[in-house]
T-cell receptor, first 114, second 110 residues
């Protein structure tokens, strides 16, 4: 499986500010995804990061709030913009090969907004 | 109806027993099914994948899939306290994205 490095691992941020989370993979991957896991909850897909084009967002998530970049097949960023305490969560990067293959996760970023 | 449903638990089993975790899904077009284990404060870790009806065994773990009943399960034999975690069922839909259930918390007591 690919080695996925996600950073920062945690951060405490002031409301109204933005945080960019980076996800680096040690090999080229077809699919990259960003998930959110709120305390005590399961994983919710935010968006699919598409290489060279705009991300595909799930219902309830918008580009202005969660802009995503994917400049190449090994790297992606997720920005959480204009943060509020409700954005406090764990954010996870995930990679998959093409087709119905397994997904693997980065270590996650634990975000606390105060 | 949720797309992927799991009993949230906790499921408590004694050490050495078989733990049985269940998952149902709503989309008959689903093609791939996965079980992830998540320890508290950690990211999910893939433990089993299954793609066709029947059983698939890997060590102490057995995944079972019944597409007609839209049901997938995970059996853990000889449960150990180290198996205590949340187990997430995930289903692959069109366009390759995974949909996760809410997870079942398993507690194995000595």
């Amino acid at each position: 499986s690919a080695v996925i490095s996600q950073k920062p691992s945690r951060d405490i941020c002031q409301r109204g500010t933005s945080l960019t989370i980076q996800c680096q993979v040690d090999s080229q991957v077809t699919m990259m995804f960003w998930y959110r896991q709120q305390p005590g909850q399961s994983l919710t897909l935010i968006a699919t990061a598409n290489q060279g084009s705009e991300a595909t967002y799930e219902s309830g998530f918008v580009i202005d709030k969660f802009p995503i970049s994917r400049p190449n097949l090994t790297f992606s960023t997720l920005t959480v913009s204009n943060m509020s305490p409700e954005d406090s969560s764990i954010y996870l990067c995930s990679v998959q090969g093409q087709g119905n293959t397994e997904a693997f996760f980065g270590q996650g970023t634990r975000l606390t907004v105060v | 109806q949720k797309e992927v449903e799991q009993n949230s638990g906790p499921l408590s089993v004694p050490e050495g027993a078989i733990a049985s975790l269940n998952c149902t899904y709503s989309d008959r077009g689903s093609q791939s099914f996965f079980w992830y284990r998540q320890y508290s404060g950690k990211s999910p870790e893939l433990i089993m994948s299954i793609y066709s009806n029947g059983d698939k065994e890997d060590g102490r773990f057995t995944a079972q899939l019944n597409k007609a009943s839209q049901y997938v399960s995970l059996l853990i034999r000889d449960s150990q306290p180290s198996d205590s975690a949340t187990y997430l069922c995930a289903v692959n839909k069109a366009r390759d994205k995974l949909i996760f259930g809410t997870g079942t918390r398993l507690q194995v007591f000595p």
